[in-house]
């Protein structure tokens, strides 16, 4: 199968393990602009996931295929050793590649992702997520943002915030989102918190506080593997976009500790 790429980068990449970012549905790599001006000493990778920016017409179906595309990607780019940061949907899929135990991960950052549901719970996630399908495909993408952005895990965003998000989501197909919706429902994904709780590999998880579910399961997650870095800031759901300078810090203490752990090996 043959892949489309696009990326933003911050160079030269070949000065330490480059930090890859994923980011979450209906966003792009641009999503990361902020943090990665804010890190200009980093090497980074903004990846556009499968159904968004430039790869809106590349279909994925199902995790295993999402994770061969991400491997397809890092091996166009020369890509061997490296670090993956992931938001939402992106770090659901950075959780998924990390629990596929390749030779060339030396850390993992998820920002806000669900570990996976209990099998009891899953049919019903999957009706959730079809419900949503059908309306992005069918329904103006106007109206449907409207009610995406309504939902419980951007209670933090003010009205104006809302209307911000929704205007700079408005150049994605609703087709492309719902097919991806379908292919990375969280009623298709293994619950990979048994593997969370068990990795040896670096993981930093960080939440916000005012996005209580995701805060409550990086709490939980945390208490079950100490070696799980959980980090807050006062935010909500989307924190790299509302507290970039922030996030930023985050990332380049990460990224001096990995270093330090390279240079330790």
Known sequence: MLWAYRSVATEPLSAEVPLVLLHGLLGDGHDWRPVMDALPEIGMIALDLPGHGSN????????????????DALRARGISRYRLAGYSLGGRLALYHASQAPAGLHGLLLENCHPGLPLAEREARLAHDEAWARRFESEPLAEVLADWYQQGVFADLDEEQRERQLARRLGNDGHAVAAMLR??????????????????????YVS??????????????????????????????????????????????????????????
């Open 56 to 71: 809106r017409g590349l279909g994925v179906n199902g995790f295993e295929q999402a994770d061969q595309w991400l491997c």
């Open 183 to 204: 292919a990375s429902s969280l009623g298709r994904q293994p619950d990979l918190a048994p593997w969370l709780a068990a990795t040896l590999l670096p993981v930093i």
């Open 208 to 265: 916000g506080r005012r996005d209580r579910k995701f805060h409550d399961l990086a709490c939980q997650l945390g208490s079950k593997n100490p070696k799980i870095r959980h980090l807050t800031l006062d935010g909500g759901h989307n924190l790299h976009a509302s507290q970039p300078v922030q996030f930023a810090r985050i990332l380049r203490v990460w990224a001096g500790q990995q270093r330090e752990e390279s240079t330790d090996d």
